[in-house]
């Protein structure tokens, strides 16, 4: 089993729409989330961290987080054609610094 | 501002030659982490360095990889010996803490190397 399991995609959503990204995370011991989303050829850029259960929101961007059932996700609401990339989730357990990434789901949102 | 540097941007060698990364954190970080992203697949820790100092190298393949972070310049990631597995994007991250929990790593531009 993955540490970090994502759907690879590609995702599909009209634009406009929401589009909702999830992440599961095998370690129990898990305590900070992170989304980033990477453009291709480009390097991950920071959309959101996430350290306790439930919603946290910035912009157009809601992260959720479930320890009990170890899965995290991204939603991100009036979906834009400049939204379209790969987004990764990392996860890293307390006391350490080493993210374990997923290997991304492709979002693409149709204009 | 700026962000986390590194250079040189691309790097082309071939087999057998020495490539040489190098990462300059951000202003006010002092916590330097190298990751590898081979194509189609996430990125996989290698290394964590403090300044004169390696943390954590779990991640780094046993031979022709070392990396170190002196006390003056930037930290360098070497590969001695490249082979053709060893293309990959080559991502830096730092952050100002390095207490895990709650300490955000920042990326910076990668280099990607392509052994011919």
């Known amino acids: 089993q993955k540490e970090v399991e994502q759907n690879s995609g590609p995702l599909s959503v009209p634009e406009g729409a929401i589009a909702s990204l999830n992440c599961t995370y095998s370690?129990?011991?898990?305590?900070?989330f992170f989304w980033y989303r990477q453009y291709s050829g480009k390097s991950p850029e920071l959309i959101m961290s996430i350290y306790s259960n439930g919603d946290k929101e910035d912009g157009r961007f809601t992260a959720q987080l479930n320890k009990a059932s170890q899965y995290v996700s991204l939603l991100i609401r009036d979906s834009q054609p400049s939204d379209s990339a790969t987004y990764l989730c990392a996860v890293s357990a307390r006391g350490t610094y080493k993210y374990i990434f997923g290997t991304g789901t492709r979002l693409k949102v149709l204009a | 501002n700026a962000g986390v540097m590194q250079n040189p941007r691309h790097l082309v060698r071939r087999r057998g030659q020495e490539a040489r990364l190098r990462c300059s954190p951000m202003?006010?970080?002092?916590?330097v982490y190298w990751y590898r992203q081979l194509p189609e697949e996430g990125l996989k820790f290698m290394v964590y360095?403090?300044?004169?100092?390696?943390?954590?190298e779990s991640g780094m393949p046993k031979e022709r990889f070392s990396a170190e972070f002196p006390k003056e310049g930037p930290s360098i990631l070497r590969i001695q010996q490249v082979v053709r597995g060893d293309s990959a994007a080559y991502f830096c991250?730092?952050?100002?803490?390095?207490?895990?929990?709650?300490?955000?790593?920042?990326f910076g531009p990668g280099t990607r190397l392509t052994v011919l």
């Open positions: 202003k006010g970080h002092s916590h």
């Open positions: 370690d129990r011991v898990s305590q900070s």
């Open positions: 991250a730092s952050s100002p803490q390095g207490q895990g929990a709650t300490d955000t790593q920042y």
């Open positions: 360095l403090q300044k004169e100092n390696i943390i954590d």
